[in-house]
């Protein structure tokens, strides 16, 4: 097995991309799967949107209310620093950052949509 495409990068020499006022991301992509680094100010939204990929969010620092699902079965769930939250591919979810929070995402496979700047979502506010 060959060890040619191992790497290693620190976040803070990984670019921070502006995605909307008040909503940053960086990205470290692997070939089947991605680690992002998000940092929302307090009162960002993340709005509805869902993915062919599977997601783990950790709330490293901070706070965000959740909602899950679409129409008449929404879910609300608070996260603080600690939690960890699975969403499984294709669920509708939408998010609120309650204070300046640190939140790091974990994709399967990476979102090609992040990558190539078509994730629109975030324009439909």
Do not use: C
């Not at 089947?32 to 100010?41: E, F, G, Q, S």
């Not at 879910?75 to 499984?88: N, T």
């Amino acid at each position: 097995m060959s060890t040619d495409s191992v790497r290693l990068e620190r976040w803070e020499e990984i670019e921070r991309e502006t995605v909307t006022n008040g909503i940053a991301r960086q990205l470290f992509t692997g070939k089947r799967m991605m680690l992002a680094h998000v940092h929302l100010d307090k009162g960002a939204v993340v709005p509805t949107h869902s993915h062919e990929n599977e997601q783990l969010t950790w709330i490293v620092r901070g706070s965000m209310k959740f909602w899950m699902g679409e129409g008449d079965e929404i879910k609300e769930l608070l996260l603080s620093a600690g939690d960890v939250l699975y969403i499984p591919s294709n669920v509708p979810h939408k998010a609120e950052a309650l204070e300046d929070t640190l939140d790091v995402d974990i994709f399967s496979p990476p979102r090609q949509d992040w990558l190539d700047g078509t994730d629109t979502y975030f324009q439909n506010q």
